[in-house]
């Protein structure tokens, strides 16, 4: 199984335009994650969703939203992009929102200029 | 707030034993993790504690003090291929894992 895919590998935005990160699992997990990670810090929780249908907010979920229409895709949007969300983002997935093991995607780069 | 602690950088020789350090202050504790993450590369799953004490796992073994709020990553036999990142997460209250910033762990010949 693929686990849990994301998109684009890589992308570099002009401030200010907006961009949608993908995020597809198929371990039927019912929960699901994005982080942002940067350098020196640690991973940064931007929004979740315990299940489908529902989604929370994070350390850090300004000016990103999400939203959960079923189990298995998570999509990030910026709605204007910043130059303070240059950063690597993960996401990642678990069998429940409570203590459990999480999958991470193998991460989207974005560079906003 | 809520913080955890782990050194930086940790340098260490093949075959040798290293045991990385994490202290935490969180609202609440339901559990610990311990992450390996390869540069460029996503984190992966080494490590769950909950109760105090030793869990071993091969080479790799993980403890934990809830009193004292710390828990130590200990990799035996060390190996070229275990220079990475290892991060220490703590789920809190209300289940959220809140991450270290990770120490980055060398392994010379």
């Known amino acids: 199984t693929a686990g849990i895919t994301q998109a684009p590998t890589s992308q570099i935005l002009a401030a200010g335009r907006s961009m949608t990160l993908r995020c597809t699992q198929d371990?039927?997990?019912?929960?699901m994650y994005w982080y942002r990670q940067d350098l020196g810090l640690g991973l940064r929780l931007i929004h979740y969703?315990?299940?489908?249908?529902?989604?929370g907010k994070g350390e850090v979920p300004d000016g990103y939203s999400v939203s959960r229409a079923n189990t298995d895709d998570f999509p990030l949007t910026l709605a204007s992009a910043v130059p303070s969300q240059t950063s690597v983002y993960f996401c990642a997935s678990s069998e429940t929102g409570l203590a459990d093991t999480q999958y991470f995607g193998p991460g989207t780069r974005l560079t906003v200029l | 707030g809520q913080n955890i602690d782990q050194p930086t950088e940790m340098t260490a020789t093949e075959g040798a034993i290293v045991q990385i350090n994490c202290t935490y202050q969180?609202?609440?504790?339901?559990?610990l993790f311990w992450y390996q993450q390869h540069a460029g590369e996503a984190p992966t799953f080494l490590s769950y504690?909950?109760l105090d004490g030793l869990e071993e796992k091969g080479r790799f073994s993980s403890f934990l003090s809830r009193s004292k709020g710390y828990s130590y990553l200990l990799l035996k036999e060390l190996q070229m291929k275990d220079s990475a990142s290892y991060l220490c997460a703590v789920s809190d209250s209300n289940y959220q894992l809140i991450w270290g910033a990770g120490t980055k762990l060398i392994i010379k010949p």
């Open positions: 969703s315990n299940t489908a249908g529902t989604t």
């Open positions: 504690n909950v």
């Open positions: 969180t609202s609440g504790f339901n559990g």
């Open positions: 371990m039927r997990h019912n929960a």
